[in-house]
């Protein structure tokens, strides 16, 4: 199975300040048909995770423009230009690559 | 606007059977693949099973293989998890996804299941 890394596990950010969260997988996500399935998704407590970025760099409809997502093969990245005190919860990069087993990383979780 | 409701968790012993369902709406259920994504407390996500939207297609974790059945019906617009075999290591939240791009862009508010004697 890939296995997603995640680094940090824990960040502590500064509102108005930039956060980066960085995911590694154990095989390249690069697809057969060209694509690669890098997700993320924000998980709010006591809520259920919203994706966030699919396809590496492509934001779901109503996602603010300060996360971008970016990478390529095994190393992805995804920031926060400017932190808000909505962005508090916990960060899941998720391969959907090499299907149907996705994988998610083990989460980051991120505080003011 | 897309709703995904799940139900039918709750406690059950070791061993037990359980039955989940998702009544979604807000979009044509039968043209897309459905998940079941849970969630032990204080962990991450663990995808469970998808099936394809004609529902001829199914496939799983290994952790269920055996003990868990996927299936659709798209007349009712509700998907279903039936879950025999239960053990303590299956206790989580239970989520619903639909799969848009490749990857679950909608997910349910979930439905715990408590595996205990």
């Known amino acids: 199975d890939v296995v997603m890394t995640q680094s940090p596990l824990s960040l502590s950010v500064t509102l108005g300040q930039p956060a980066s969260i960085s995911c590694r997988s154990s095989?390249?996500?690069?697809?057969?048909?060209?694509?690669?399935?890098l997700n993320w998704f924000h998980q709010r407590p006591g809520q259920s995770p919203r994706r966030l970025i699919y396809?590496?760099?492509n934001r779901d409809s109503g996602v603010p423009d300060r996360f971008s997502g970016s990478g390529s093969g095994t190393d992805f990245t995804l920031k926060i230009s400017r932190v808000e005190a909505e962005d508090v919860g916990v960060y899941y990069c998720?391969?959907?690559?090499?299907?149907?087993?996705?994988?998610f990383g083990q989460g980051t979780k991120v505080e003011i | 606007e897309v709703q995904l409701v799940e139900s039918g968790g709750g406690l059950v012993q070791p061993g037990g059977s359980l039955r989940l369902s998702c009544a979604a709406s807000?979009?044509?259920?039968?043209?897309?693949?459905m998940n079941w994504v849970r969630q032990a407390p204080g962990k991450g996500p663990e995808w469970v099973s998808i099936?394809?939207?004609?529902?001829?297609?199914?496939f799983y974790a290994d952790s269920v293989k055996g003990r868990f059945t996927i299936s659709r019906d798209n007349s009712k617009d509700t998907l279903y998890l039936q879950m025999n075999s239960l053990r303590a290591e299956d206790t989580a939240v239970y989520y619903c996804?639909?799969?848009?791009?490749?990857?679950?862009?909608?997910w349910g508010q979930g439905t715990l299941v408590t595996v205990s004697s």
């Open positions: 996804a639909k799969t848009g791009s490749g990857s679950p862009d909608y």
């Open positions: 807000g979009f044509t259920f039968s043209s897309h693949a």
């Open positions: 099936i394809s939207g004609s529902g001829g297609s199914t």
């Open positions: 095989q390249s996500l690069v697809h057969s048909d060209g694509n690669t399935y």
């Open positions: 396809k590496v760099s």
């Open positions: 998720m391969q959907g690559t090499h299907w149907p087993t996705w994988t």
